[in-house]
T-cell receptor
């Protein structure tokens, strides 16, 4: 149990376009979902925390107008990279906590590789 | 702010050798988790330690949580090429949002056959 799925796995887009990445909890209701960015062979950098039905909380230095997060239901959160530029190319990962567990364990998606040309 | 110091950052060893990865902090964590990540995939949870002094074993992997819940270690015995990956420690702060973890920098382990 506790499967988190991300889509798409990889996406290539032109500079200036917007890209949406979905994060779904398949077999549980996610209290909170987290979005991370990761550069090659480096650790995860938390971008924002989102709770269903409320505005996301962004980490310092993360532009909320550039990285739009919507958490419309207990099983779906989306990250939209608006007006993407090559420097936005990265591996984006989401994670979720299970509403039914109190330990705070995180379940990660498979990640989405974004390449902006 | 990097709350968790993970070392070493890179580790390259031969098959059969033993290794230890350390995760240290000046902060107390309510729990600490270890993840392993392969290229192009999301991290996979290996273990969660909650109690100070706790030791957990997962086949050839031994995880220890410090008595003061400020540090942890991961020891791998007789490493195999399949152990290659990025190992991440992450601590949970009782005062933070449930699930908000503070990640270490990661240890990139390469095991050569």
């Amino acid at each position: 149990g506790a499967v988190v799925s991300q889509h798409p796995s990889w996406v290539i887009c032109k500079s200036g376009t917007s890209v949406k990445i979905e994060c779904r909890s398949l077999d549980f209701q996610a209290t909170t979902m987290f979005w991370y960015r990761q550069f090659p062979k480096q650790s995860l950098m938390l971008m924002a925390t989102s709770n269903e039905g409320s505005k996301a909380t962004y980490e310092q230095g993360v532009e909320k107008d550039k990285f739009l997060i919507n958490h419309a239901s207990l099983t779906l959160s989306t990250l939209t990279v608006t007006s993407a530029h090559p420097e936005d190319s990265s591996f984006y990962i989401c994670s979720a906590t299970d509403r039914g567990r109190s330990t705070g364990e995180l379940f990660f998606g498979e990640g989405s590789r974004l390449t902006v040309l | 702010t990097q709350l968790l110091e993970q070392s070493p950052q890179f580790l390259s060893i031969q098959e059969g050798e033993n290794l230890t990865v350390y995760c240290n902090s000046s902060s107390v964590f309510s729990s600490l988790q270890w993840y392993r990540q392969e290229p192009g995939e999301g991290p996979v949870l290996l273990v969660t330690v909650v109690t100070g002094g706790e030791v957990k074993k997962l086949k050839r992997l031994t995880f220890q949580f410090g008595d003061a819940r400020k540090d942890s270690s991961l020891h791998i015995t007789a490493a195999q090429p399949g152990d290659t990956g990025l190992y991440l420690c992450a601590g949970a702060d009782r005062g933070s949002t449930l699930g908000r973890l503070y990640f270490g920098r990661g240890t990139q382990l390469t095991v050569w056959p």
